[in-house]
C-alpha cells in the first residue's frame, strides 16, 4: 500500500495550493480518506476527511471555508485544495487512508503518505 502525496510548495499568505494523494496497492473507495498535517515541534493535526463515497466531509476549525476535500476513486485520488493560507497553515501535509472511528484521530487510519511541505510566507 502506498500513499503518494503531492503539490506543496512555498506561497506566500493568501495564496493557494492544490495538494493531491495517489493511493496504490488498496481500493480507496473502501476505506475514508484524511488529511493531517504537523509543524515543527508540534503535535500531528487533523485537517480533513472525506467518506468512502464523497458525499460526507469534516474539517478542522480552523481551515472551515478556506479548505476543501474531494476524491475521486476511478483514480483513486483525493485532493485538497487550500485558499487564502496563512502562516500558521505551515507544516507537512500528510494524506491517511483507514476505516477506524474517530474522523479526526490519526490512530483511524491505518495507512500514511509520506508527506509534502507546505510553507507560508508572510
Known amino acids: 500500500v502506498q500513499l503518494q502525496a503531492s503539490g506543496g510548495g512555498l506561497v506566500q499568505a493568501g495564496g493557494s495550493l492544490r495538494l493531491s494523494c495517489v493511493a496504490s496497492?488498496?481500493?480507496?473507495?473502501?476505506?475514508?480518506m484524511g488529511w493531517f498535517r504537523q509543524a515543527p515541534g508540534k503535535e500531528r493535526e487533523f485537517v480533513a476527511a472525506?467518506?468512502?463515497?464523497?458525499?460526507?466531509?469534516d474539517y478542522a476549525e480552523s481551515v472551515k471555508g478556506r479548505f476543501t476535500i474531494s476524491r475521486d476513486n476511478a483514480k483513486n485520488t483525493v485532493t485538497l485544495q487550500v485558499n487564502s493560507l496563512k502562516g500558521d497553515d505551515t507544516g507537512i501535509y500528510y494524506c491517511?487512508?483507514?476505516?477506524?472511528?474517530?474522523?479526526?484521530?490519526?490512530?483511524?487510519?491505518?495507512?500514511w503518505g509520506q508527506g509534502t511541505q507546505v510553507t507560508v510566507s508572510s
Open positions: 496497492g488498496l481500493i480507496s473507495s473502501l476505506y475514508r
Open positions: 472525506i467518506n468512502r463515497s464523497g458525499d460526507d466531509t
Open positions: 491517511a487512508a483507514g476505516r477506524g472511528r474517530g474522523v479526526p484521530s490519526p490512530s483511524a487510519y491505518s495507512y
